[in-house]
């Protein structure tokens, strides 16, 4: 892995700072399953017998399978930050973030991949912070935009009444909202927390004290 991050003061209120990532991974596996013992289904009634040997055909089938993927992942940083006053701050930030790829070791239905593709988002955001009364009340609020590219998650193969997971890639997720985070501590000792996020999906009230 590769990395590094610099801070540039441009004035005595701007700065801009940028930061890479390079990262390798490889991935590799293999599962191996065989259908052992098992009540004989002679025991069943017929139909039932039929729903047992099809279930056991879905899952309980002898299979084999080996993967392995590798990928060089690039994560960057790049913000702008300027202070309006000593106690408040302006940003704007870009990132974009990686999650390597994956393998499935499970037994997989018909058609179902290996392996899945890196992960990739890209993220925007603007925000405001502020810090009052030597930093015992800090009141920052946040709006942002993410792009997940090659969503890593669980998808489901229905067929003769079984379910099988595995992962898989969805196209792309978009995340988007804004956050407002308010941090006191009143008196020695005590530290509270309140958080708003009115997301698509949305609002999630957090408070902690």
Known sequence: MLYGNSTFHATDKLDLIAGLRETYEWKGGSFNQQQLGGIPLSVLSRSNALIAQTQRNAVGRAYFTTANVSNGLFSALATGAYHLTPETQVYATYSRGAKSGGVNLVNLPAGAPST??????????VGIKNAFYDNRLLLNASAYWMNDHNYQTTAASVANGITQTYL????????????????????????????????????IIRIVV
């Open 168 to 203: 898989a890639n969805a196209k792309s997720v978009i995340s988007r909202g804004v956050e407002l985070d308010v941090r006191a501590n009143p008196v020695e000792g005590l530290t509270t927390f309140a958080n708003v996020a009115c997301v698509a999906e949305g609002i």
């Open 116 to 125: 899945v593709e890196p992960e990739f988002v890209d993220n925007y955001e």
